[in-house]
């Protein structure tokens, strides 16, 4: 990783820029074309587009003391690599976000298999011909099971709520084993007062398909989500600078324009009030055996036991150790923020920040955070990519659609794909 540098804490340096920080003169740059705030998706996207795709010199800072945002991940105490902030699993739709990311990685196949811990044994999730057989001593077949399910339905007119997609796909008694616990402990709120967009999130089939996801692409980083980043950020054009907060060094560092992805309300100084996120602390472990479940995620919904799921990391990377490592994952109200609480109210409040942010020249909002949008990992990097391709539009307006293409692509010099990422890992 080259030209990192930290905030408060130690660690290596890049050359300083001006003013004096931290009781380093910064001194010897005429500062930077943007300042990138978040060395997550949104940011380190947006970081190397810019960089290689428009020569502009860019500076990515985070708060934290490493670069990935909450898709990081790093061998623990054991040698066994994990997510620090619980699984990231990556699939998506769009060929243009998974070629895009292949540019900077290898990928492992693999699709996300979850089991759900309901009435003292394992069964699939999001809930299938095999949920319902093993849950009922059946053995119905597509037909049969779309006719159980069918019968246990709670039509409802007016679809506002988690409650009600749920209901009235499944049922009241489904509803209440898989969903309302497990909802309730992730939100602090019970499904009746979320938005529909929560529990819509998760399909119910009839058939045996029992991988959590159905995009086309489904794949983990082959070296890890940290070594992904790493490879995007490898450019001489991108300063970074750890442990540091935009507030400590937003008037020391001389820069045209600004990328913020953190909490909007936050960059707004809570004008008008905070906006609600959920938030997670974890449990990291080592259990001194091969495997401790059959697959790398088990949900347990019931209200009872405190965690909503345990990961078993060793699943979705494929490696190889006499040990295992797992989190178990416990919702909070304090803490970082990570999922944009859904309802109406809160989005009723957003729309006063979008309308600052909009209002705000030279600044633009991207990412979960930014946008208070429970984004996927790859919707975040599809919206990083769109707004690239705005400001390259901007700058290239005069240009030929063959010279604007020519940037946007920005391959490194003509190196090819493959031995950029294989010299890179």
């Given at each position: 990783m080259r030209d990192v540098m930290t905030g408060a804490a130690g660690g290596p340096a890049v050359t300083p820029l001006h003013g004096v920080r931290n009781g380093v003169a910064l001194s010897g740059r005429a500062g930077f074309?943007?300042?990138?705030?978040?060395?997550?998706?949104?940011?380190?996207?947006?970081?190397?587009?810019?960089?290689?795709?428009?020569?502009?010199?860019?500076?990515?800072?985070?708060?934290?003391?490493?670069?990935?945002?909450?898709?990081?991940?790093?061998y623990d105490d054991h040698?066994?690599?994990?997510?620090?902030?619980?699984p990231h699993i990556f699939h998506t739709n769009s060929t243009q976000v998974a070629e895009y990311l292949s540019r900077f990685t290898r990928w492992r196949p693999y699709e996300h298999k979850v089991l759900a811990h309901v009435d003292q044994q394992l069964v699939p999730i999001p809930i299938n011909r095999r949920t319902v057989n093993t849950l009922y001593g059946l053995e119905l077949d597509e037909a049969g099971v779309a006719a159980f399910l069918a019968g246990r339905a709670e039509p409802v007119a007016d679809i506002r709520t988690s409650e009600d997609v749920v209901v009235g796909a499944v049922g009241r008694e489904l509803y209440e084993k898989f969903f309302r616990g497990y909802t309730r402990k992730q939100w602090g709120l019970d499904p009746s007062q979320l938005d529909k967009a929560v529990t819509s999130r998760v399909p119910t089939r009839?058939?045996?398909?029992?991988?959590?996801?159905?995009?086309?692409?489904?794949?983990?980083?082959?070296?890890?989500?940290?070594?992904?980043?790493?490879?995007?950020?490898?450019h001489p054009n991108i300063k970074i600078m750890l442990n540091t907060d935009y507030r400590e060094v937003q008037r020391e560092v001389r820069y045209d324009?600004?990328?913020?992805?953190?909490?909007?309300?936050?960059?707004?100084?809570?004008?008008?009030?905070?906006?609600?996120?959920?938030?997670?602390?974890?449990?990291?472990?080592?259990?001194?055996?091969?495997?401790?479940?059959?697959?790398?995620?088990?949900?347990?919904?019931a209200e009872d036991v405190p965690y909503t799921r345990i990961t078993e990391y060793k699943h979705l990377t494929g490696q190889q150790h006499p040990r295992t490592s797992l989190t178990y994952e416990f919702p909070s109200a304090e803490g970082d923020p990570y999922y944009p609480v859904p309802k109406p109210e809160n989005a009723e409040l957003y729309r006063k920040y979008q309308a600052l942010a909009d209002a705000t020249p030279n600044v633009h909002f991207v990412g979960r955070l930014a946008?208070?949008?429970?984004?996927?990992?790859?919707?975040?990097?599809?919206?990083?990519?769109?707004?690239?391709?705005?400001?390259?539009?901007?700058?290239?307006?005069?240009?030929?659609?063959?010279?604007?293409?020519?940037?946007?692509?920005?391959?490194?010099?003509g190196t090819p794909l493959k031995k950029r990422v294989d010299a890179a890992e």
């Open positions: 074309d943007y300042l990138i705030v978040g060395a997550g998706f949104a940011g380190s996207v947006l970081a190397e587009r810019l960089a290689r795709g428009l020569g502009k010199r860019v500076l990515l800072i985070d708060r934290r003391p490493h670069i990935g945002g909450n898709a990081y991940d790093h040698g066994v690599l994990i997510h620090r902030y619980g009839t058939n045996d398909d029992d991988r959590y996801f159905g995009d086309s692409f489904q794949n983990m980083p082959l070296h890890g989500y940290t070594r992904m980043f790493e490879n995007m950020l490898d324009n600004l990328i913020f992805t953190g909490p909007v309300d936050e960059y707004f100084d809570y004008r008008y009030g905070k906006l609600p996120y959920r938030s997670l602390k974890f449990r990291h472990e080592m259990v001194d055996q091969e495997r401790f479940q059959p697959v790398a995620v088990v949900n347990y919904p946008t208070y949008r429970y984004y996927n990992m790859d919707q975040v990097v599809a919206q990083a990519l769109k707004l690239f391709d705005r400001i390259l539009h901007a700058e290239t307006g005069g240009r030929s659609l063959t010279e604007a293409a020519k940037a946007f692509s920005g391959l490194m010099q």
